[in-house]
């Protein structure tokens, strides 16, 4: 029988909505509307902080112009 405290298995825990995790950061929405572009984010997304930090590391290191090059 569950409890009160008992979290459902489909709530994985320490991840956080990628809104929540702009304002947190400070993220300008410039690069949060690029990082959730290239990460192909959707509104709604819940993600580690470590994995915002990298998809912004990524999206900030990457070269003008074509993607991949």
Do not use: H
């Amino acid at each position: 029988m569950a409890t009160k405290n008992d979290t459902p298995a489909s709530e994985p825990t320490g991840l956080i909505g990628v809104n929540q995790l702009k304002q947190i950061k400070n993220t300008p929405e410039s690069v949060f509307c690029g990082v959730c572009a290239a990460e192909s984010w959707r509104p709604g997304k819940s993600v580690s902080e470590s994995e915002y930090d990298q998809a912004v590391k990524r999206f900030l290191n990457r070269p003008v112009g074509k993607a991949g090059y």
